[in-house]
């Protein structure tokens, strides 16, 4: 009876397949691989099946006539298809790979970017402001990023073996020329702009666009905040000044944003005392206007305007190769007076012609001017006048999903002029220089997780009389949850300076190769970077003696920075808690300016770590920040011993410990009151950036350390906010 039963049973299943209808197939990618496992059913029913590992599949169905026939993978979109059963033809179909944008795999080599690409590595205005270390300067936080270097007797940035001069600052695309305040030799600087004033931060150490020009280290690119939308006041008290802010927003789709700064040092050096000899304690006015109008669905202008004044005067002794101002090292003393003023005027329309095709045209407009005095030379009246504008016109497509199209054309007009006045005797130097770039970038999927950006960039410079190509390229890997290789090259000119310019153009571009190889790997809020880099320096300027004469100057220089950096960043293992740590191994030697060997700067250390902290106290609406910063030893020449022993002096180790703390009083006032309170060197070390020298009675050198400012900074706010 069981046999029997068991035969009927094998006779239906028989019957039951011999009504089926089958339909064959494969399943592959856009890049023809097969895809192994795909589900594949008919629309509205319960038949379906999988594809094999070489993507073919095989579906039974009882169904006859017109279905619909549906394909699915993961990673891919699904695809629908007709089919009238039954059907003698095989179905082929190719599936097209989901979030085929360029942002789904970001080249992270050489750079830390802001915004919603990023986020984890994003630098928001508040993460400067409440960096420790920082006092709210945006350029003080970026040295505690792997590949900067922290140099605190000049405050700027100096990345990768490279010095200031390389490192340049963009705001909406167009060239800053100036973005720090105007200082004495080693009297540290801060960035003209405050941080609040932008939105977007993209900081990259080497291999950065090829929409960016003259930079032979890195470029900073900031933009500037979108328009408000509600009518706000403040009310800013500092420890060493006071701000006004306002925001206003209109019906006609326009609004405008004002603020003015003032800082005057002098009550503060009285109460902290410093290592400078002030004769006028530094003084400033700073005043910035932004406006906003909204032309179209798509179009925005935006327009910022910014002016400064500096004033400040102390007394240095004198020295034949740099200053100092130990005031208990006291020698024949100069009496030096600085006054510099700066306008800049920045000017963006973006609009959009159709869905995939975005313009951009920027317009800039900047003055800067530095006036310094020596009443011990002879009277002597040195003023520089900086003058730049700037047109840029950039056009983006996306051409395809896959492929994203940037290109478009530069044009600066540089003039430079330098006025000397010793007894009332005048001098005049000066040169101008019109400058035209264009440059084209294709940024491109391979396949799905293999990104290429490929980008050349041409100049031509008046002042020189040359033309230059510079090619970019940038690869990028993704490992899907295993993280993501970067890899970048380009070639990167930088006219020379304008303190040798003055002097002569028989001089070509300096040049620098980027080679960075990149690994990320981002999840739940934390970040980890691997990253080491290679980079060439070729026709650096270089001088037997810094004089008027033009022979004194040749592109004999050259040198090599290279090295390895380390940067994790979290913001989910300790609750209210945001910290990163960046270490940087790096070596770096320079054969340039007066140099008798190929030696590391001054500037530089080969070991640089940062240590930053924050974290909100929900409970008590505070927050506190910590930064520790510590760099081994810096190297500086001694003049007394022999050429061999060439910059192979070392200072100590630096160790600087900053806190900081942030109460927001908003619950028991009327309006949003927020008190800040910060400190550096909290553990008072005596610390040494290097050393100056003078010649003495007995035809030798004598050495002066070149010290901070202070021990130790306070800086204390009270923001308030008016609604």
């Known amino acids: 009876m069981k046999r029997l039963l068991a035969l009927l ?87 097209k790979e989901e979030n085929y944008t360029l942002d789904a795999v970001q080249i992270t080599a050489g750079n830390f970017e802001a915004g919603d690409k990023v986020k984890s590595v994003s630098f928001e205005p508040l993460d400067i402001v409440l960096t420790a270390s920082s006092s709210a300067d945006i350029y003080g936080t970026l040295s505690t990023l792997p ?49 609040l004033l932008f939105s977007g931060t993209m900081f990259s150490s080497g291999g950065y666009s090829a929409e960016y020009g003259q930079a032979l280290s890195s470029a900073l690119v900031l933009s500037t905040n979108s328009m408000p939308s509600d009518n706000l006041a403040n009310i800013n008290l500092y420890s060493m000044g006071f701000g006004l802010s306002m925001q206003r927003v209109f019906r006609n789709n326009s609004a405008i944003v004002l603020s003015y700064d003032h800082s005057d040092l002098d009550p503060y050096y009285k109460v902290v005392k410093q290592n400078i000899d002030w004769t006028t304690p530094p003084k400033a006015h700073f005043l910035t206007f932004n406006y906003f109008k909204k032309t179209s669905n798509s179009g925005m202008l935006k327009s910022m305007f910014s002016l400064n004044m500096d004033k400040s005067g102390l007394y240095y002794p004198t020295s034949e190769m740099d200053y100092t101002f130990i005031k208990d090292e006291k020698q024949n003393e100069l009496d030096t007076e600085l006054k510099s003023f700066g306008l800049l005027n920045n000017n963006k329309y973006v609009f959009s012609i159709s869905d995939k095709n975005t313009m951009n045209i920027s317009l800039g407009l900047s003055y800067d001017k530095r006036n310094v005095g020596l009443e011990q030379f002879n009277n002597l009246d040195l003023c520089d006048n900086f003058f730049l504008s700037e047109l840029k016109i950039k056009d983006i497509i996306s051409i395809t999903d896959r492929n994203k199209l940037s290109y478009g054309i530069d044009y600066q007009l540089n003039y430079f002029k330098e006025s000397i006045k010793r007894n009332e005797v005048d001098t005049e130097l000066d040169y101008t220089d019109h400058s035209i770039a264009t440059y084209a970038e294709l940024e491109s999927y391979v396949m799905r997780r293999f ?72 999840r739940n809020k934390r970040v980890f970077r691997l990253e080491a880099y290679y980079k060439k320096y070729h026709n650096l300027i270089k001088y037997t003696s810094y004089d008027t004469n033009p022979d004194s100057y040749n592109n004999a220089g050259s040198g090599y920075a290279k090295g390895l950096e380390v940067f994790y960043r979290d913001k989910k293992t300790i609750p209210g808690g945001d910290f990163w740590i960046s270490y940087s191994l790096m070596d770096t030697k320079r054969d340039y300016r007066d140099f008798p060997i190929l030696a590391m700067p001054k500037y530089f250390s080969k070991h640089n770590f940062s240590f930053v902290y924050k974290h909100w106290i929900r409970a008590i609406h505070s927050n506190v920040g910590l930064t520790n910063n510590w760099m081994s030893g810096r190297h500086y020449y001694d003049p007394n011993k022999p050429v061999e022993q060439f910059m192979k002096d070392k200072t100590k180790p630096y160790n600087d410990l900053c806190i900081n703390y942030t109460y927001d009083f908003s619950s028991y006032t009327k309006w949003p009151v927020t008190l800040f309170f910060s400190v550096t060197n909290l553990l008072g070390q005596n610390h040494v950036f290097g050393f100056s020298y003078a010649k003495n009675d007995h035809d030798t050198y004598d050495l002066y350390p070149i010290k901070p400012m202070a021990k130790r900074t306070y800086t204390f706010a009270i923001l308030i906010t008016l609604k």
């Open 451 to 522: 990104t290429t950006r490929v980008g050349v960039r041409a100049e031509y410079s008046s002042v020189l009389n040359l033309f230059k190509v510079s090619p970019r390229l940038s690869l990028a890997y993704s490992l899907g949850d295993l993280g993501l290789f970067s890899f970048a090259y380009g070639t990167f000119f930088q006219n020379p300076e304008s303190e040798y310019l003055k002097f002569t153009r028989k001089l070509k571009p300096e040049r620098a190769e980027h080679f960075i190889l990149d690994y990320q790997y981002e």
């Open 147 to 195: 590949g900067a270097q922290f140099v605190g007797e000049q405050g700027k940035l100096f990345v990768r073996g490279g010095e200031a001069y390389e490192s340049r600052t963009f705001i909406n695309g167009l060239l800053v020329q100036n973005p720090y305040r105007q200082t004495m030799a080693n009297v540290p600087s801060k960035g003209r702009f405050s941080p």
């Open 9 to 95: 049973l094998v006779g239906v299943q028989g019957m039951s397949a011999y009504c089926q209808n089958v339909i064959c197939g494969r399943v592959y990618g856009t890049d023809r691989n097969a895809l192994t496992g795909a589900n594949i059913m008919i629309k509205d029913s319960y038949d379906g099946c999988s594809s094999d590992l070489d993507g073919y599949f095989r579906l039974e169905t009882k169904l006859s006539g017109k279905q619909t026939m549906v394909f699915k993978y993961i990673g891919y979109m699904d695809r629908e298809i007709e089919v009238t059963i039954p059907t003698k033809d095989s179905v082929f179909i190719c599936l």
